[in-house]
């Protein structure tokens, strides 16, 4: 669709990437307020509902960044599919679901704060 639109001329590559961030963000957050809620009040939370609010949507908006990044980097969605993993594997090691960061070495460590699942 953007392809079409943009040959013709209908508006630019910014504008349409903003317009793009704008309808996921509007879409985004009544789902993560939803999924917020519910965790919060299931679970009990004690600290201030705005803040992990803030903290699920900006993760949430990060995700679908890097989802529209790798689907813009690549043409064939089978490709895309097979890039998955080369995002997801470090993010599941860094996260400390398989080693303890302590267990990472100290060079390597700084690669925490670049995942989102830390």
Same mark, same amino acid.
């Given at each position: 669709?953007f ?10 590559v ?7 961030l704008t309808?996921e963000a509007? +879409?985004?957050? #009544?789902? /993560?307020?939803?999924?917020t809620?519910?965790t919060?009040?299931?679970i009990? $939370?004690?600290? !201030?509902?705005?803040?992990l ?5 900006t993760?949430?908006m990060?995700s679908t ?8 980097? +690549?043409?064939? #969605?089978? /490709? ?6 080369l995002?997801?594997?470090?993010? $599941?090691?860094f !996260?400390?679901?398989f080693?303890?960061s ?13 995942c989102?699942?830390?």
């Amino acid at each position: 669709v953007f392809l079409r639109e943009y040959s013709t001329d209908h508006y630019s590559v910014g504008a349409y990437f903003v317009s793009r961030l704008t309808t996921e963000a509007i +879409v985004t957050f #009544p789902q /993560m307020l939803l999924s917020t809620t519910l965790t919060y009040l299931l679970i009990d $939370l004690q600290m !201030a509902f705005g803040y992990l609010l803030a903290v699920v949507y900006t993760l949430a908006m990060t995700s679908t960044a890097v989802a529209v990044l790798l689907g813009c980097s +690549v043409e064939d #969605p089978k /490709m895309a599919s097979e890039f998955l993993p080369l995002l997801f594997v470090p993010q $599941l090691l860094f !996260a400390g679901f398989f080693v303890a960061s302590e267990l990472i070495p100290e060079w390597l460590r700084w690669a925490q704060y670049l995942c989102s699942l830390t």
